[in-house]
């Protein structure tokens, strides 16, 4: 059983930074598909990184690209979000994901084929 814990979320101003944590304990030595989603208030739940750990390009959504990346530390057990050059529009509370994978081209699959989920960590960017 895979348990997810998210950290590192806050209150920032447009074009500041943030690097969310997201630490996985019971990980196992099989690949994963990895994630972090976002929903804003009256919004739907938004996809906005994935990757695999056995390697490959990571997925970004448009909005993101160029401005967030998704590190992942193997040793640490732990994948980062590195937030840059954050928009108000950034502003959400930010879940990671993760489910057993092993076709790293469908990784990510649509978010309710994820099977553990963190609690979540509030970002904030004000204008």
């Known amino acids: 059983q895979l348990q997810l814990v998210e950290s590192g979320g806050g209150s920032v101003r447009a074009g500041g930074s943030l690097r969310l944590s997201c630490k996985a304990y019971g990980y196992t030595y099989s690949p994963y598909c990895m994630?972090?989603?976002r929903q804003a208030?009256?919004?739907e739940r938004e996809g906005v990184a994935a990757m695999y750990t056995g390697g490959g390009t990571a997925y970004y959504v448009d909005s993101v690209k160029g401005r967030f990346t998704i590190p992942l530390n193997n040793a640490k057990n732990t994948l980062y979000l590195q937030m840059n050059?954050?928009?108000?529009?950034d502003t959400a509370m930010y879940y990671c994901a993760a489910v057993?994978?092993?076709n790293y081209r469908a990784c990510p699959p649509p978010p309710e084929?994820?099977?553990y989920w963190g609690q979540g960590t509030q970002v904030t960017v004000s204008s």
């Open 35 to 37: 994630g972090w989603f």
């Open 100 to 102: 057993r994978w092993a």
């Open 85 to 89: 050059s954050l928009k108000p529009e």
């Open 113 to 115: 084929t994820y099977s």
């Open 41 to 43: 208030p009256g919004k």
